[in-house]
């Protein structure tokens, strides 16, 4: 096992990857000579030269549809959309054809691209920079969506991703990239898997992913002191959902709150929400409660911006009132 | 821009002369049998037909190979059909059918072909560009010969999308051949009313990328241009922008009720009927005689014939299937 960060595990995934497959390559703004916007990729120009580690013009939709052509050609792109807000600009490419050409050509053509996104807010970036779509993307059949939000998943999902036949998402939350963990570097195979239950309680069910996992086991630790034991799910994939899990947890703990920071409205929660009602109704005490970001776009200002996201207190509060809810 | 000159002398010999003539003809013939079957309600949807368009898809596609990649639009029978795909798949997509290019998936705006390196079939204007430019980018990256012909009319050029495949194509000197078809209309909206720059053969200066504009219903005078911008393509000199400049005889589509054009500047434009032009250009050179040209009528009414019978009798793809090729295996 390899101390590093969760920065540094995606890196180690790309490496290997670029190592062990010379189909794979990785594109994307500044991916090269700058290092990667977020530092992921430094260092991977010097190891794998200009070809493999593409630097591309600030063409969203040109360089994610060059990767689905490059996909179609035989080959295995990494590509690096700098931020989930600039990937409004290659929706077109995305939607319409990364997950449309498979089932469009009557199962002709796969495409086996895989796209990481930084995602999330909470450094203070404002509006334009601090969106947390990934449940928008998880809407669209024909793609998968993986959050990781450990840094064992950051290292082992991009390399499960690179055997996918078809469009894989990965949403990596910008205030993960510093956090610190561990990764077999010498573990051969990989696979997506689903859900994981990263703190066992029989009290409540808290659902969350990526970004505010960590909120969420704070408010799990919280809870603890006042004897309540909650139950602590990271979903890791939106889309395949693995609802079988989620439902598992609630049919023992009878109570859900989903943690989730994109906008309340027509947020992934709600898809949760919605499946939890219609495969656990009857093991329910309470409503399901969800905890999501205030319906306003992300301020700048600090005591704002932190009002605007989820709490650690608000998901304490939403668990404790439906423990009072007699259902 | 010069146009590119029709020879006064036969530069084509009978065989291909008469190949080329029975592609564009077929292509026609097609797109009037589609229309017949949209408004007899066989095909339903949206139906965008080539007619007058022919000599561009016929001509261009003379300089790709089998190896070569062909990228286009939702007005793609045209290219389809010139790239070999049979007019039975082709209508039974049309009708729905299992039997269907992309099993009925798709439609008249998404013609699919694997074997064939046909990849589409875009709804979204611009929305191939991108995709061409990342099938050329795996030929390099694999040390490939190939090209990848990429089709997209007038309108695409106003989509950041033109611009940024070109700029993206230019830049690592990709190996694709932009095909512009400039009809002079984007849907109901025409040229000079959606661009600053109405040559669009000029943008190409914009990106350092070489350009030519050809006579778009003129076939060898396509199929001429054409082939010269393949082989500068293939000789690793960067990608090419050929703009030809044709017509549509027809609206944009079935729903179009055309009302942006006069009847006018419509029978200007047929006077230059690309089959016409071209029979009369081979019976002055004596490559064609009426009973040729009869034979081919007759083949090609008995081969639509079939193709309707073929797409009518083809059975539906059972409802069963629904949620499949959604996501699955790998293909290649």
Redesign the interface.
């Known amino acids: 096992m390899t101390k590093m960060t969760y920065r540094e595990a995606v890196r180690a995934a790309i490496r290997k990857a670029l190592r062990s497959d010379p189909r794979v390559f990785l594109m994307g703004e500044d991916v090269g000579r700058y290092g990667g916007a977020f530092a992921v990729s430094h260092g991977l120009l010097a190891e794998f030269g200009p070809e493999r580690i593409r630097d591309t013009p600030l063409s969203e939709s040109a360089f994610v549809g060059a990767g689905i052509g490059a996909a179609l050609g035989g080959l295995r792109p990494i590509v690096e959309i700098m931020t989930v807000n600039f990937s409004l600009l290659a929706m077109d490419q995305i939607l319409n054809n990364a997950a449309t050409l498979r089932h469009m050509s009557g199962g002709q053509f796969n495409v086996p691209l895989v796209v990481r996104v930084a995602t999330g807010g909470g450094r203070q970036m404002a509006a334009q920079h601090s969106h947390s779509l990934e449940g928008w993307y998880a809407h669209i059949p024909g793609i998968k969506v993986l959050t990781p939000a450990t840094v064992p998943d950051a290292y082992g999902m991009l390399l499960a991703a690179l055997q996918e036949p078809d469009p894989v998402f990965i949403f990596e939350h910008a205030t993960l990239y510093p956090l610190d963990g561990e990764v077999d570097e010498t573990a051969g195979h990989f696979d997506i898997g689903g859900a994981a239950v990263r703190r066992v309680g029989q009290d409540l069910t808290l659902i969350t992913y990526g970004g505010t996992l960590g909120k969420t086991i704070q408010a799990a630790e919280h809870l603890a002191k006042a004897g309540i034991e909650a139950e602590v799910i990271d979903m890791r994939l939106l889309r395949p959902l693995d609802i079988a899990t989620i439902v598992n947890s609630v049919t023992k703990t009878h109570r859900a709150v989903i943690v989730d920071e994109a906008w309340r409205t027509g947020s992934f929660a709600a898809e949760i929400s919605a499946q939890i009602m219609e495969k656990a109704f009857d093991d329910l005490d309470a409503p399901v409660q969800r905890v999501c970001s205030a319906e306003v776009p992300m301020p700048y200002a600090k005591h704002l911006e932190t009002a605007a996201l989820p709490k650690v207190e608000e998901i304490v509060s939403a668990a404790q009132g439906m423990i009072a809810h007699h259902g | 821009m010069a146009t590119t000159p029709v020879s006064k002398h036969p530069p084509v010999d009978r065989e291909h002369a008469l190949f080329l003539l029975s592609e564009m003809l077929r292509i026609r013939r097609f797109e009037e049998k589609a229309a017949e079957m949209y408004s007899l309600q066989r095909i339903h949807g949206f139906l965008h037909l080539y007619i007058g368009e022919e000599a561009t898809g016929v001509g261009a596609m003379q300089a790709f190979t089998q190896d070569d990649?062909i990228v286009a639009t939702y007005r793609e029978h045209g290219q389809a059909l010139a790239r070999g795909i049979s007019s039975k798949v082709l209508m039974a997509e049309m009708f729905g059918k299992a039997t269907?290019?992309?099993?009925?998936?798709?439609g008249s705006m998404?013609f699919?072909?694997?074997r064939r390196r046909f990849?589409?079939?875009?709804?979204?204007v611009g929305?191939g560009?991108?995709?061409?430019?990342?099938?050329?980018?795996?030929?390099q990256?694999?040390n490939r010969k190939r090209v990848?012909a990429c089709f997209f009319g007038d309108g695409a050029v106003a989509e950041?999308?033109f611009h940024?495949?070109l700029?993206?194509a230019a830049?690592w000197k990709l190996p694709v051949v932009f095909l512009c078809e400039n009809n002079l209309y984007a849907m109901g909206t025409a040229l000079e009313r959606h661009q600053a720059q109405i040559n669009i053969s000029q943008k190409a200066a914009s990106y350092n990328l070489a350009a030519s504009v050809v006579d778009g219903m003129d076939v060898l005078a396509v199929e001429t241009a054409t082939k010269q911008a393949v082989e500068s393509v293939r000789k690793g000199n960067g990608p090419f922008l050929l703009e030809f400049r044709t017509y549509r005889y027809r609206a944009h589509s079935m729903s179009d009720p055309d009302l942006y054009r006069t009847k006018e500047e419509i029978e200007e434009w047929r006077k230059r009927d690309p089959i016409v032009l071209f029979q009369s250009q081979l019976r002055e050179w004596k490559l064609l005689t009426d009973s040729d040209l009869s034979k081919m009528e007759a083949e090609l009414n008995t081969e639509l014939d079939e193709a309707v019978r073929f797409a009518e009798t083809s059975p539906l793809e059972p409802v069963e299937n629904l949620l499949?090729?959604?996501?699955?295996?790998?293909?290649?």
């Open positions: 990649a269907g290019c992309s099993h009925g998936h798709g998404h699919f072909d694997a990849y589409g079939g875009y709804a979204i929305g560009l991108p995709i061409a430019v990342g099938l050329a980018l795996a030929d990256l694999q990848t950041g999308e940024e495949s700029n993206l830049l499949e090729d959604v996501e699955g295996p790998v293909t290649a």
